[in-house]
């Protein structure tokens, strides 16, 4: 059985969620110091991009309506498989400034199917 697409929607908001509690008010030197948040951020950043990318593959027109959908994947991909060469000032940067825009796009999308009763 398929997932609803508003799960992986769900998944997306709750990611985004966690991270803004994780980080809380550090700033970017903090962020930078702290191996732990730096890895419960990137957890949850390939959380986000695995969910985009399953929502992608199963319901290809509800992923069309998710902006920079290809660039959030990438960022997912150099997470996992280039982990070496992740730069945290380009993690924090994507995490301040995409980060929020992702989310509420994330959940107009959600209310909106769940208004369809999809």
Known sequence: MRRDPRAYLHDV??????IA??????????YESDALLQAGVE????IIGEAL???????PDVA????RLREISGFRN?????YTSVDQRRVWTIM?????ELR?????????LSNQGS
């Open 13 to 18: 908001i709750e990611a985004a969620d966690s």
């Open 21 to 30: 509690r994780f980080v809380g008010d550090s700033d970017r030197i903090r």
């Open 43 to 46: 957890r949850k950043f390939t």
């Open 53 to 59: 990318s399953q929502l992608s593959k199963l319901y």
């Open 64 to 67: 069309g309506r998710v902006a």
């Open 78 to 82: 150099l997470l996992i498989h280039a």
């Open 96 to 100: 301040q400034q995409s980060l929020p």
């Open 104 to 112: 509420v796009s994330a959940k107009a999308l959600l209310d909106d």
